[in-house]
């Protein structure tokens, strides 16, 4: 009988680490993946628009009446300066750390202007709770990513098809470049 | 040559029990970490910086990198209302009430979280586009074979899941998920 607990327990245990194993790291690995396949097909730290075929590649579950752009960060060795043009439509800010997690969002309702700037920075030595921007410098406003790697997501609502052109160009006017000091 | 063969055994029956109990977790969620609401299921913390680790397990199993519910609520369904998997072999109905946010957009996926191919090129309906009732309430017809009105093709593959993404909505959305009126969604057919 004890020795039948004992080996269910240690099964149990075995099963457990297992589980957590999976869980706590497993999301690390894919999503270093997703990155290591973004940065591959795309230019780091450089605004492309993503035509279908390149949605359907760097982009998982991609939403069928969004137009994309994608900047691919890196800035280990420096800010980044995003110069964004928005739209007349939904349209959407993303930044993504190196993790997957979204620190930052703006749409086109929120930025109150047509024409912005963003500056990209390390956040490395700021707590948690006090990671979350913005701070802004005139017509610049600033968002520390706790990452160096990491994607910005520009995202434009296409009504229909024959918009996504017009969408697509809208897009193409925003970019990211690395900020000269 | 007895005890190493237990001992095999004993480590792979662990391993199991550990890729199933995280299948099961990570693939379906539980409660706190989704909010169901009939057939519709959606994890509160989508790419949050806060998110737990089985939200983060969960959409990094696909590798997507989505929005959080400040921006945008995505509610999935893999099950009609009486929680029978989404087949395309089936017909199903979905009726809906307007839905107060700036746009939103209802999509077929595969099992992958790929667009399922089919003539017609659609994949989605949004509320620009889609033919509302009078009272502005819709219907969106699932199916395998083209049917009259909004017709969201769901492929030949058998198994489909669909998302109900409301981009910029309304606050009572991200407060109380569980408890909004959603499109309902019925098997006619099959």
């Known amino acids: 009988m004890g020795r039948w607990v004992f080996w269910s327990v240690a099964l149990l245990m075995v099963g457990v680490t297992t589980h957590l194993g999976v869980v706590l790291f497993a999301p690390t690995l894919n999503m270093a993946r997703v990155f290591d396949r973004i940065f591959a097909i795309t230019p780091v730290n450089s605004m492309i628009v993503l035509d279908d075929e390149m949605t359907a590649a760097v982009l998982r579950e991609p939403d069928p009446d969004t137009a994309y752009a994608i900047c691919p960060f890196d800035i280990s060795a420096g800010p980044l300066i995003v110069a964004l043009d928005i739209p007349d439509t939904y349209w959407a800010m993303s930044v993504y750390s190196y993790r997957g997690d979204n620190i930052y969002t703006l749409n086109d309702r929120q930025s109150g202007e047509r024409r912005l700037k963003m500056r990209l920075e390390q956040d490395q030595f700021i707590p948690l709770d006090e990671r979350i921007p913005s701070l802004r410098e005139g017509n610049t406003f600033i968002v520390r990513s706790p990452t160096n790697r990491g994607a910005i997501i520009l995202r434009a609502f296409v009504p229909n098809e024959p918009h996504m052109e017009r969408v697509r160009s809208a897009l193409g006017r925003s970019s990211c470049t690395p900020q000269i000091s | ?190």
């Open chain 2, 1 to 190: 040559m007895r005890r190493l063969f237990d001992a095999v055994l004993f480590v792979l029956a662990g391993l199991a029990i550990g890729y199933y109990s995280v299948d099961i977790a990570v693939t379906r969620g539980f409660s706190p970490l989704i909010v169901e609401n009939g057939p519709w299921r959606l994890w509160v913390k989508e790419a949050s910086a806060d998110a737990d680790p089985y939200t983060r397990a969960h959409f990094a199993s696909f590798g997507k990198l989505g929005l959080t519910r400040f921006e945008a609520i995505e509610f999935r369904a893999e099950t009609d209302a009486a929680g029978r998997p989404l087949d395309s072999r089936c017909v199903y109905i979905v009726n809906g009430t307007p839905l107060t946010a700036r746009w939103w957009n209802l999509t077929v996926y595969s099992p992958q979280h790929t667009f399922i191919d089919n003539r017609a090129n659609r994949h989605s309906y949004n509320s620009d586009e889609i033919i509302r009732r009078a009272d502005g309430t819709f219907e969106i017809v699932l199916a395998g074979t083209a049917q009259p009105g909004n017709w969201l093709p769901t492929g030949t593959g058998n198994k489909f899941q669909i998302v109900l993404r409301l981009f910029d909505p309304a606050p009572v959305f991200r407060e109380v998920p569980g408890q909004v009126s959603l499109p309902t969604l019925e098997r006619t057919s099959c």
